[in-house]
């Protein structure tokens, strides 16, 4: 990055379970493995064997985790368990500080968090399944969930399309019907260049 440049705007991907985010950012990172990159969460719990702090997590006590939570540094954060995770402004920044553009796959409440922090000035991708029926046969072939999981995440699913409505919430809105014609414009949102080719 040249030092007049600022720095990349962070990429919000946000859309249903099942809507493709996943397959979309796999290929995105293939594409272009030196441009992007995620950020580095916290955690409360310990570091496994060769786990780095800084790399894999940052590793905080359970006090400075609730100091984080309770200075709002955190985009998101949830607990598994007796374990806390959470996703921090500043880790977000980091990323974009080197140079790569920040991607953050983040479900609802985590895409109005980013919304409330104008300082991270991220751009909002929204990607939405052709029909509820071709979630669900998706979600049904992915095969990975059970039963219950998969009515959850089509009833979590009406809620976000209900929410994408939403004027001025997303920058772009993606219907990942045709696999290729969305990676095209998936990429043009992600590689503004590509688009003004
Ligand atoms: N355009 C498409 N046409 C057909 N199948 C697709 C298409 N896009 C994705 N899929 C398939 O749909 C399933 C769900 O996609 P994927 O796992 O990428 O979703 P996701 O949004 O990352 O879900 P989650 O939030 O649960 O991680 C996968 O089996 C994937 O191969």
Redesign the pocket.
């Known amino acids: 990055m040249a030092p007049t440049d600022s720095p990349p705007r962070p990429i919000v991907v946000s859309?249903?379970?099942?809507?493709?985010?996943?397959?979309?950012?796999k290929r995105l990172f293939a594409a272009y493995p030196d441009r992007f990159g995620f950020s580095v969460s916290h955690t409360t719990r310990g570091p496994r064997d060769g786990e780095e702090d800084g790399v894999a997590y940052y590793f905080t006590t359970k006090e400075e985790f609730q100091r984080l939570v309770a200075e709002d540094a955190f985009i998101e954060h949830a607990t598994f368990g007796s374990n806390s995770y959470g996703t921090s402004v500043q880790a977000v920044k980091t990323v974009a500080e080197k140079g790569r553009t920040c991607i953050l796959?983040i479900?609802m409440e985590g895409v109005k968090q980013v919304k409330k922090n104008s300082s991270l000035n991220a751009r909002f991708l929204f990607?939405q399944p052709p029909s509820m029926e071709v979630l669900e046969q998706?979600?049904r072939?992915?095969a990975?969930d059970k039963e219950d999981a998969i009515l959850q995440?089509l009833a979590q699913a009406k809620n976000e399309l209900e929410f994408a409505k939403t004027p001025g919430v997303h920058d772009q809105i993606i219907v990942?019907?045709?696999?290729e014609k969305?990676w095209k414009e998936f990429e043009a949102f992600c590689v503004p260049e590509k688009a003004a080719q």
């Open positions: 859309g249903p379970s099942g809507s493709g985010k996943s397959t979309l950012l796959d479900e990607l998706r979600l072939g992915r990975t995440r990942n019907d045709d696999l969305a």
